[in-house]
């Protein structure tokens, strides 16, 4: 006698969506998968350069400068890391308003990926030049 998953049903709607996801209008697009892999690969990009430079330290390090005291903010070694971690959410969401948005207007599509395109390049640059302070 064979049992039932409980989770069989489950898992057979989730295949179902994922392929009339991967089928969708969105993903023909070339200009959006572009734009969508440029931004994505600006996160990982960042995310190997931080590699070999931020390492775990007990010591506070800085995470920011104002002008106003000239001087910097103190913080957790990780912090270059949530910079990371900020532009990809930003790209994730964005990307999946773009997603829904498509049908609707292709250039509202097109301005949230290019969106998180400049999140993403903006991430990498200051993850970096928080990262190279020592």
Known sequence: MRLISPFS??????????????????????MSLGLMIVALGFNVVGFLLLLPKVRPTDLPVPVGYSSLDLGYTLGVWYFPYLVILFGLGVTLVNSALAYRAFGRSRLASFYLLSGAVVISVFSLIIANALGSVR
Not at 11 to 23: G, L, P, S, V, W
């Open 9 to 30: 049903h489950l898992f057979a709607k989730a295949r179902t969506r994922f392929a009339q996801i991967r089928e969708a209008r969105f993903f023909e697009d070339r």
